[in-house]
């Protein structure tokens, strides 16, 4: 066995010690050093009275992360686990297109209650690209990224990612808009990191 799979054994072997004392605080330790998808393939060991255990240790934040590392069947067996509510929290923290492609896979009336229980701006990102058919290019369409002026300089630029970085879903490209908000260009996360900080976005 490799160093690498002989870690995550012994991860998980804690982890299963941990859920059967009850210890939360043990748990989130282990829990979090491992990979979403590592996390994922954790959870779906459980049996279903430990999953639940599982479940109440993870803000919707952390559950969302993991069940997006995860086939979108395999995401809906365990969304159908939980609360109305607790599956609104989850769809409400993925990434847009992730959550879509979730909502897609439901009846009508499941997706109406889900988006009912989402803050407005919320339910408005992923209603705004749900109109789209399945396995078109809208339905996975995000509407996630970071956009700058052309007016804004380097230094201005980087600013903004570093504070909507982890908003995003991808920050390998940069997207450069006029004043109307329309996209006029785009520029690679490496080539903005080492351009001048007072060069304008509009010459780069």
């Known amino acids: 066995m490799s160093s690498a799979k002989q870690k995550i ?18 748990f989130r330790e282990s829990f979090l050093k491992l990979h979403n998808r590592d996390r994922a393939k954790y959870l779906f060991s459980l049996d279903g009275k430990a999953r639940q255990h599982y479940y109440t240790y993870l803000s919707a934040h952390e559950l969302a992360r993991v069940l997006e590392s995860v086939k979108t ?33 439901l009846p009508a009336n499941q997706v109406t209650k889900y988006m009912g229980l989402m803050k407005p701006s919320t339910a408005h990102k992923i209603g705004s690209l749900l109109h789209y058919g399945k396995d078109t290019a809208g339905s996975i369409m995000t509407s996630e990224l970071i956009a700058v002026t052309e007016k804004m300089t380097a230094g201005e630029a980087l600013e903004i990612l570093k504070k909507q970085a982890s908003k995003a879903a991808t920050v ?33």
Request: proline share 0%; glycine share 2%; hydrophobic share 40%.
């Open 9 to 26: 054994f012994k991860l998980f072997k804690n982890l299963s010690e941990v859920v059967h004392f009850d210890d939360k605080t043990k």
């Open 172 to 204: 390998s490209y940069i997207y450069i808009v006029n004043d109307k908000g329309i996209l006029t260009s785009v520029i690679s996360l490496k080539h903005l990191i080492l351009a001048s900080k007072d060069k304008k976005m509009s010459e780069l």
């Open 73 to 105: 069947r395999d995401r809906l067996r365990h969304l159908d686990e939980l609360s109305t509510e607790r599956v609104a929290e989850i769809l409400a923290e993925m990434y847009v297109d992730n959550a879509v492609d979730t909502l897609n896979h």
